[in-house]
């Protein structure tokens, strides 16, 4: 079965500081993809980055970048240049694209999350 | 564009009550997926919709159950409410077809049961 694994519980980061965020997977499906969403205290999800497993290059989307390694199953989001309002719950999710037969590309597993504190 | 509407946002029941939640995706988008969020458990799949079809639907018991209408919006419901179903429940849409869509969130609705 698919796993998602964020080590970090909670980071602290100055402002204007990078600050990278880990998320390991393990999966059997050879097709998948990779997002990180952020959750501000009103508990809507933003999507923020995606990344998928036959994408050559690493995604990027701003200020966020999206460090995959796909040897090593891991998918690590950088933040660079930090602001105060980046201060939120993150979570690291996957897609299983073989496995879902092209039924069902609704559903995410997801990470524990990790909460980034970005401090003045 | 409007986003995911869910309503209501907030809502306390008892225990042996039901619940009827609400979701109105993002205009022409026609996958619906709803999440349950919890402290204990994280953010757990419960069911899609796509085109007024269940697709799948994650390792919960027959008290959760879902629909989709013919414009797309869903409802999912709960019935002989447990303290354990206290959670947010979130809803995404998707607009369908290329598995690269990503899924947008409502805010949620954030269930209390007593």
């Known amino acids: 079965a698919q796993k998602i694994t964020q080590t970090q519980p909670g980071m602290f980061v100055q402002e204007k500081e990078a600050v990278t965020l880990d998320c390991t997977y393990d999966?059997?499906?050879?097709?998948?993809?990779l997002f990180w969403y952020k959750q501000p205290s009103s508990g809507e999800m933003i999507f923020l980055i995606y990344?998928?497993?036959?994408?050559?290059q690493n995604a990027t989307e701003g200020r966020y970048s999206l460090n995959f390694q796909k040897a090593r199953k891991s998918a690590n989001l950088v933040i660079s240049a930090s602001q105060l309002g980046d201060s939120a719950m993150y979570f690291c999710a996957m897609r299983e694209l073989t496995n879902a037969g092209g039924t069902s590309y609704g559903k995410l597993t997801f990470g524990q999350g990790t909460i980034l504190t970005v401090h003045p | 564009k409007a986003g995911v509407t869910q309503t209501p946002r907030y809502l306390i029941k008892t225990r042996g009550q039901q619940v009827t939640l609400s979701c109105s995706p993002i205009s022409g988008h026609r996958s619906v997926s709803w999440y349950q969020q919890t402290p204990g458990q994280g953010l757990q799949f419960l069911f899609e919709y796509f085109s007024e079809t269940q697709r799948n639907k994650g390792n919960f018991p027959g008290r959760f159950s879902g629909r989709q209408f013919s414009n797309s919006r869903s409802e999912m419901n709960v019935s002989t409410l447990e303290l354990g179903d206290s959670a947010l429940y979130l809803c995404a849409s998707r607009a369908g077809g290329p598995s690269t869509g990503e899924l947008f969130f409502g805010e949620g609705s954030r269930l209390t049961v007593l």
């Open positions: 999966t059997s499906d050879p097709s998948y993809g």
């Open positions: 990344q998928g497993s036959y994408d050559q």
